[in-house]
Each structure stands twice: as C-alpha cells, then as structure tokens.
C-alpha cells in the first residue's frame, strides 16, 4: 500500500498559513530551500522549478492532494496546474468543476478516493495542504507520515495544522533534521490507535 505523507510548513505554534492565506514569517533561507529541494524535489511547483534549478526526479511522491484553499494560492497568480509533474487531485464541495484538465476535482467521497490512491501501484501520495482535508483523511486513519518544516516563529493565530478536531495519536520520530536559520524538519509515522 502507497503511504500517504502529509508535508507541509508550520509555525512553532502549528499554523500553516495566515488566516487570508498568506505565509509572512516563513523561512527565506537558500541553504534549507537548497537541501529541501534536493530531498523533496517532487514538492516544488512546476512553474518554479526551472526558476530555483530544481532538476531532481521525483523521489518520494508520483500524486499530490490538495484542498481547495490550498490550490487557490496558485490560482490567484494564474497558476491552474501547479504539480504538473505530479497527478493531482483538488478537494472542494463547492468548486463546480476543475480550471485545468489535469487536476483532477474530486466534490465527495474523500476517503473512498483516498483508499483508493493507497491501494494503487507508485510511489508515495503528498498531501500539501489543506487542514479540513487533513483533518478528515487523518480521522480515516489514511495518514501515515507527518513531516513538519517547524520555522522559528509564532504566528499567533491563522490556519491550523488540522481543521478540526483530532483523536490523541502517539507519533514515531523517524527523521530530524535542523538549520542554521533555525527550521527544524521533524519526520513522525504515525501510530494510529
């Protein structure tokens, strides 16, 4: 079964994003982008990746979910297929139907999709965003990795790691990594009760 990573930036205090969906106070530093997108060079955008010398094949993922709120960062700049090196998968009930053909819109049955995407053959499932989503493939026990990229600030307020509620889960720590800038990469598996 493919495992299914949720990857994702956060605050030290666990938030994703501002509330308008801005990400101000998020580590600039070239060294830790340099080794990040040597690592995870499947989870830097299409349309970026010429731009910052990201040549690397994709390593860990072959499919990238997104939440709505998540996929409207790239779509304010024009941006319709953001992972195109990647299948992707937009999660909304209210979009009526997908601004790129090859972004898959998926308006119900997350889970059943989800299970579905794990049972498949390839490489691992990203999940890049979206804390309601997070928060109902989580409850689904469908998570097995969390890799947070802790940046060394407190945001306060703003878009939780997870849009809902959670069960108690006991994590694994598998991998650590930190930076001189301060960003700390923290790999957990997930022990689901």
């Known amino acids: 079964m493919r495992p299914l990573t949720y990857l994702v930036a956060c605050s030290v205090d666990g938030f994703i994003a501002h509330r308008d969906g801005s990400h101000d106070g998020f580590s600039q530093d070239p060294d830790y982008f340099a080794d ?32 709505r709120k998540t996929y409207d960062i790239g779509l304010k700049d024009g941006v319709t297929s953001p992972y195109s090196h990647l299948r992707q998968y937009l999660f909304s009930r209210r979009m009526p139907s997908s601004p790129d ?10 889970t059943e999709v989800v299970e579905n995407l794990k049972h498949e053959s390839g490489m691992g499932i990203w999940l890049c965003g979206g804390a309601d989503l997070a928060t109902t493939l989580f409850a689904n026990r469908l998570i097995d990795q969390l890799i947070l990229k802790v940046n060394p600030f407190l945001m306060g307020s703003g878009i939780p790691l997870f849009g809902g509620e959670i069960p108690q889960t006991a994590l694994t720590l598998s991998d650590r990594k930190i930076y001189d800038s301060g960003v700390v990469i923290l790999h957990y598996q997930i022990n689901h009760p």
């Open 101 to 110: 053909p090859s972004v898959e819109l998926i308006s119900d049955n997350a």
């Open 36 to 67: 990040l997108f040597s690592r995870f060079p499947g989870t830097v955008p299409t349309h970026l990746r010429s731009a910052l010398g990201v040549e690397g094949e994709n390593r860990h993922f072959d499919t990238v979910l997104m939440g």
